[in-house]
């Protein structure tokens, strides 16, 4: 599940906001102001949602501090300023996206999606946790930096994992991703997971009954 820190300081909005991409599968903090954003901005999140007008200070300042501290976590605002100086300002702050208010909460889901795809596709190194990474380009995972030999669909299958972090995938996914249009195996695909689960533990990938595999990342 992707993690969201969501800067705005008008209650009802944040509050529809929070609770419509709670109710599409991503974990939302919010707060209201620059000093509680800068607190948390620090933590592991995929993605910050920031108003540019918010207590204490502006989101585009807010940005840019956090990207000359090395925080990399895409970002799109969200505000009622709309001139063309202001989009610029947004996106010399570094961000990704930039929404005018007022806006379709679904709108708002679309460039969400958009945006960390865009941030997957362009990261070729996913770290898995503190000892394991996966190279998305590559198709190789590493230990502490050390590259671990993988059967090529056991790869194909991780790779399917990690870019459906925290998802169920069905087996009839993992099935056409592994083996397109050919006869799969629910016998190798057994032995691809025990094999997996060997490695990285038995915890990181959960069976779910009669609906498939979730990898927890």
């Known amino acids: 599940m992707n993690k969201i820190l969501l800067l705005e300081d008008e209650n009802m909005l944040c509050d529809m906001i929070a609770e419509y991409l709670q109710d599409n599968n991503y974990s939302v903090d919010a707060c209201a102001s620059y000093n509680e954003a800068i607190e948390l901005a620090s933590k592991n999140y995929d993605l910050f949602i920031f108003d540019v007008k918010v207590l204490d200070g502006n989101g ?18 969200i505000t009622s300023l709309n001139s063309m100086d202001d989009v610029k300002m947004g996106f010399r702050a570094g961000c990704d996206d930039y929404l005018k208010k007022p806006f379709e909460l679904g709108e708002l889901a679309l460039i969400v999606q958009n945006v960390l795809k865009r941030n997957f ?88 009954s009669k609906q498939g595999y979730e990898f927890k990342k």
């Open 121 to 208: 596709d362009r990261k070729s190194v996913v770290k898995i946790d503190e000892h394991f990474s996966y190279d998305v380009l590559l198709k190789q995972l590493f230990c502490d930096g050390k590259r671990i030999n993988l059967h090529n669909k056991q790869s194909e299958l991780l790779s399917l994992f990690v870019a459906r972090a925290n998802c169920i995938v069905s087996r009839a996914e993992i099935y056409s991703h592994l083996w397109g249009i050919d006869e799969p195996s629910e016998m190798a695909l057994r032995v691809y997971i025990r094999e997996l689960r060997k490695i990285l533990g038995q915890e990181r990938i959960i069976s779910h």
């Open 60 to 77: 585009f300042t807010l940005l840019s501090e956090l990207r000359e501290a090395g925080i990399d976590t895409p970002c799109i605002f």
